[in-house]
């Protein structure tokens, strides 16, 4: 049985992709930062729940030294801040670049050496459709999300001789509490935009994390063992926009 580590795990998006890599047999290590959420979605799955701030360099190499073999890597902890550009600070870049971009890569970086000692492994990036095209008033997630669809291309040509495989996934609007408690927390512009969000797809709505996680455990079978360095749309025709 081969053990899959998803950061974000307890709820969201990254609940549904631990629920649905349980379903398809794999052991599953439930990683996030709330810890009772985690162990909220551990339980319903037989899961592991585990502590994790993924901008915490240190902790990322020391929880995953502590659960051993990593098959499969989800990257899908992120964070966001709507504002316009000028309203933002160094610190909301840092915070914004620091759990959606380097976090992935930090833990990317821990698992690596194993994967490719073992020859196998997957690695599945959750980037954004804001990292194709850039949003309005999320200029550094939109920078952070683009870095990601870059990175997984780069590990993607290092990794493949090692048997590595290593892919992205670029939602839409997705209803889940980042969206909503972002858009929330920014107040009428936050609201505006979520719905320019929905109206600019071609289904005219948001999508459910039930249907990325569809896609990322589709990326991670052996149905996409001849898939690597791609990034799959999965945005209800967002990205023929």
């Not at 000028?86 to 890569?105: E, H």
């Not at 780069?154 to 997705?174: K, L, W």
């Not at 600019?200 to 249907?211: F, I, L, Q, V």
């Amino acid at each position: 049985m081969s053990t899959a580590f998803v950061t974000g795990g307890g709820s969201g998006i990254g609940a549904a992709v631990c629920r649905r890599l349980a379903k398809e047999g794999h052991s599953v290590v439930v990683a996030d930062i709330d810890v009772a959420n985690a162990e909220l979605v551990a339980e319903e799955i037989g899961g592991v729940a585990v502590t994790l701030d993924v901008a915490d360099t240190d902790s990322v190499y020391a929880v995953i030294a502590s659960i051993g073999e990593v098959d499969v890597l989800i990257n899908n902890a992120g964070a966001s801040r709507f504002a316009f550009f000028l309203d933002t600070t160094r610190a909301d870049w840092d915070f914004v670049l620091g759990v959606n971009l380097l976090g992935a890569m930090t833990c990317t970086h821990a698992v690596l050496p194993g994967m490719h000692a073992r020859r196998r492994g997957v690695i599945v990036n959750v980037s954004s459709e804001a990292g194709r095209g850039g949003t309005i008033a999320g200029a550094a997630y939109s920078a952070a999300k683009a870095g990601l669809i870059g990175f997984t291309k780069a590990i993607a040509q290092e990794s493949t001789r090692y048997g590595v495989r290593c892919n992205a996934v670029a939602p839409g609007p997705v209803d889940t509490q980042l969206l909503n408690g972002s858009a929330s927390d920014a107040g009428t512009l936050g609201a505006r935009l979520r719905q320019g969000m929905i109206d600019a797809t071609t289904m005219k709505r948001s999508g459910t994390p039930d249907e990325i996680a569809g896609a990322i455990a589709f990326l991670v079978s052996d149905d996409a063992s001849f898939i690597t360095g791609h990034t799959l749309a999965v945005s209800g025709g967002l990205s023929m926009i």
